[in-house]
């Protein structure tokens, strides 16, 4: 593709790159193919290849309008455009810049401002969105039905290892998920310390910085890298394995910190280094495929009401960070079979906020989503992604867990 760059952006690194981006798309449109939004909508302008002609005439010169951040703002950059993309095409990184640039000359007002710059205030405080979740779950069952599917029922983290290990790696314990879904990181707790290896948490870490990077907050997301590569780089430099990363988008924002920090002469090579110990949980696990293959050897059969399950592989895990089939693997060695799921490569309507900022999408993908994933007529349903459990679970009349709290039952039992 051809581009005229104008000079606000064209000797930027922003500009640098997206010139590089837009000069990869050949125009082909295989996108539109696997775009959850062209599906429903049927509109160039709501597939990536339309908006990728919205951002290129931003970047050139042509004025935005409310209608021009629209379109942008229905996607939900789940990626599975640059699954699909014959080219390699950086689509992600070509919205997020684009998205900044429309939001600073089309700026936001009214009740849209105003529950963005809410999203941006409260979800990336893990203290202050505990003590809201604690109080809707406290009300929970007094709660308006649209409401209280949102709020799910307070839980704990079940019991924590009392052993020492020799080794350990660091988890992000997250903003939302502390409160939310406390027993993941617990399960993944007990699940490593039967393997060997022990989780710590690094005090001082928190938001990955994902909330704050999609509602266009580009600094503030690097100020979250920026606080987790410190209270993780101590840990890393007194032999910690790795940063093991229970939610996937949170996962697939940590890999991406390197390009986040590139100019950033402080932390530039330490993200460098931080990205190479990041691993998504299911990779860690299947790293240590033989011993729990031994652990679960020793587990009494699944019982057979318990055995089919229907996985949803979250945008993150599958698009983000292009692993598939090692949870599916895991939970079939776990005695687990599992139902086939139709458009499994499209995404559920979670996405960070958009369930909230765009949530007639949501709830039609939501639909969808969940027809595809019980009409095998699963006792359950796993994924591997907070957002999406959430959501999905809102909707669906069988239980939605994360996947390694289900290997953690079935070392237990």
């Given at each position: 593709?051809?581009?005229?760059?104008?000079?606000?952006?064209?000797?930027?690194?922003?500009?640098?790159?997206?010139?590089?981006?837009?000069?990869?798309?050949?125009?082909?449109?295989?996108?539109?193919?696997?775009?959850?939004?062209?599906?429903?909508?049927?509109?160039?302008?709501?597939?990536?290849?339309?908006?990728?002609?919205?951002?290129?005439?931003?970047?050139?010169?042509?004025?935005?309008?409310?209608?021009?951040?629209?379109?942008?703002?229905?996607?939900?950059?789940?990626?599975?455009?640059?699954?699909?993309?014959?080219s390699g095409v950086h689509y992600s990184r070509l919205l997020d810049i684009g998205r900044e640039v429309v939001e600073k000359k089309v700026p936001r007002s009214g009740m849209d401002g105003v529950m963005r710059g809410a999203l941006r205030s409260l979800l990336p405080r893990p203290v202050l969105f505990g003590t809201a979740m604690k109080l809707g779950q406290s009300v929970r069952l007094a709660l308006p039905g649209a409401l209280r599917a949102k709020l799910p029922p307070l839980t704990s983290?079940?019991?924590?290892?009392?052993?020492?290990?020799?080794?350990?790696?660091?988890?992000?314990?997250?903003?939302?998920?502390?409160?939310?879904?406390?027993?993941?990181?617990?399960?993944?707790?007990?699940?490593?310390?039967?393997?060997?290896?022990?989780?710590?948490?690094?005090?001082?870490?928190?938001?990955?910085?994902?909330?704050?990077?999609?509602?266009?907050?580009?600094?503030?997301?690097?100020?979250?890298?920026?606080?987790?590569?410190?209270?993780?780089?101590?840990?890393?430099?007194?032999?910690?394995?790795?940063?093991?990363?229970?939610?996937?988008?949170?996962?697939?924002?940590?890999?991406?910190?390197?390009?986040?920090?590139?100019?950033?002469?402080?932390?530039?090579?330490?993200?460098?280094?931080?990205?190479?110990?990041?691993?998504?949980?299911?990779?860690?696990?299947?790293?240590?495929?033989?011993?729990?293959?031994?652990?679960?050897?020793?587990?009494?059969?699944?019982?057979?009401?318990?055995?089919?399950?229907?996985?949803?592989?979250?945008?993150?895990?599958?698009?983000?960070?292009?692993?598939?089939?090692?949870?599916?693997?895991?939970?079939?060695?776990?005695?687990?079979?599992?139902?086939?799921?139709?458009?499994?490569?499209?995404?559920?309507?979670?996405?960070?906020?958009?369930?909230?900022?765009?949530?007639?999408?949501?709830?039609?993908?939501?639909?969808?989503?969940?027809?595809?994933?019980?009409?095998?007529?699963?006792?359950?349903?796993?994924?591997?992604?907070?957002?999406?459990?959430?959501?999905?679970?809102?909707?669906?009349?069988?239980?939605?867990?994360?996947?390694?709290?289900?290997?953690?039952?079935?070392?237990?039992?």
């Open positions: 593709m051809e581009t005229h760059l104008a000079a606000f952006i064209r000797d930027t690194t922003a500009g640098r790159e997206a010139d590089e981006i837009l000069r990869r798309c050949v125009h082909c449109g295989f996108c539109t193919a696997t775009c959850p939004t062209y599906q429903l909508f049927g509109d160039e302008l709501d597939g990536p290849r339309g908006r990728i002609y919205l951002i290129k005439q931003v970047l050139e010169g042509a004025e935005p309008t409310e209608k021009t951040r629209l379109h942008l703002d229905r996607c939900l950059t789940c990626r599975s455009c640059e699954s699909t993309c014959p983290a079940g019991p924590h290892p009392s052993r020492r290990h020799a080794r350990q790696m660091i988890a992000l314990a997250g903003c939302v998920q502390p409160s939310m879904f406390p027993n993941i990181n617990g399960a993944t707790r007990r699940v490593l310390d039967r393997l060997g290896i022990e989780m710590i948490e690094a005090r001082g870490a928190g938001c990955c910085g994902a909330v704050r990077l999609h509602l266009n907050e580009h600094e503030g997301a690097r100020e979250d890298a920026r606080r987790n590569i410190d209270a993780w780089w101590p840990l890393l430099e007194a032999g910690a394995e790795q940063v093991v990363i229970t939610a996937s988008g949170c996962g697939t924002q940590v890999v991406d910190y390197a390009h986040l920090l590139q100019d950033d002469p402080d932390y530039a090579t330490k993200s460098a280094r931080v990205v190479l110990a990041t691993r998504d949980v299911s990779e860690v696990i299947a790293a240590e495929a033989k011993a729990l293959q031994a652990l679960l050897a020793a587990c009494p059969p699944l019982p057979e009401s318990e055995r089919l399950l229907a996985f949803h592989s979250p945008c993150s895990l599958q698009h983000g960070l292009k692993i598939r089939g090692t949870v599916e693997s895991l939970l079939a060695a776990a005695g687990y079979v599992l139902t086939p799921v139709a458009d499994s490569h499209l995404c559920c309507g979670s996405a960070g906020t958009y369930s909230v900022l765009q949530p007639e999408i949501s709830q039609r993908l939501l639909a969808n989503k969940v027809h595809a994933l019980t009409a095998g007529r699963p006792a359950a349903i796993a994924s591997a992604n907070v957002g999406c459990i959430g959501h999905i679970g809102s909707g669906a009349d069988v239980p939605v867990r994360h996947w390694i709290e289900l290997i953690d039952a079935r070392l237990s039992a």
